[in-house]
């Protein structure tokens, strides 16, 4: 009898053993993607404003060239030279490409298991294949895009010619009812990026009723929607 309860107990110490072995465990199964799917409408209150952010670069700007010549930087107006690295027209055009490529109000996103794409009202779409190599690059005609996971946020990295890039950071809220886009175009004709949040809110189509344009020239102009 004894032998015989051995001799039962034998295959179930084996499974219990081998439960117990981490190396004969399965591996963890990866998370899900975060899910950015949904119709998003720009929150202007909690976005960065554009001229607020030139100002700030402009600043930025004005304490190292301080710092690098042991010179006092002088305050307000922009006071950056008119050639070369950090000009005023580089600065100006820096800020203005970033007003271009982040002037969407709304974004609709469709997301899959395997691939997302971010349609941008009145601008290139982003799109990404989860299942592709990392460091793939794509060669868009004008420029390459690559894009990649960082945790729990979506990376996609644009190189264009002349010394400019742009990098977007997309991220969810914790009540998944607010998108961030971070932003930031880099020139070698500017030592420093110029980088733009912008922040959405989650919305159903055909409940809005205004529509609002913020520029470095006007400010933000706000019209009823499908008026001019």
Not at 6 to 33: K, M, N, Q, W
Not at 108 to 135: H, K, M, W, Y
Request: hydrophobic share 35%; net charge neutral.
């Amino acid at each position: 009898m004894i032998r015989q309860a051995l001799v039962s107990l034998v295959p179930l110490l084996c499974l219990l053993a081998c439960a117990s072995d981490p190396t004969l465990t399965a591996p963890p199964r990866e998370p899900d993607p975060v899910d950015f799917s949904g119709h998003w409408e720009l929150n202007y209150g909690q976005s960065d404003n554009i001229q607020s952010r030139l100002t700030t670069l402009v600043r930025e700007l004005q304490r190292r060239s301080a710092r690098a010549s042991n010179l006092q930087s002088e305050r307000g107006g922009l006071v950056l030279g008119g050639s070369g690295t950090d000009s005023a027209p580089s600065v100006v055009g820096l800020a203005r490409m970033a007003e271009l490529i982040t002037s969407s109000q709304l974004l609709e996103v469709d997301q899959g298991r395997t691939r997302i794409r971010i349609d941008r009202e009145g601008n290139f779409a982003l799109s990404c294949d989860f299942l592709r190599d990392p460091g793939r690059i794509d060669d868009l005609g004008v420029g390459r895009e690559s894009c990649r996971w960082d945790g729990q946020q979506l990376v996609f990295v644009i190189s264009l010619p002349e010394g400019l890039s742009i990098r977007h950071r997309v991220a969810l809220s914790g009540s998944g009812e607010q998108l961030g886009i971070v932003t930031t175009v880099f020139s070698d004709q500017v030592s420093a990026p110029f980088t733009v949040r912008r922040i959405y809110d989650r919305y159903e189509p055909g409940s809005r009723g205004y529509r609002c344009e913020e520029t470095l020239s006007r400010g933000r102009v706000c019209t009823t929607e499908g008026g001019s």
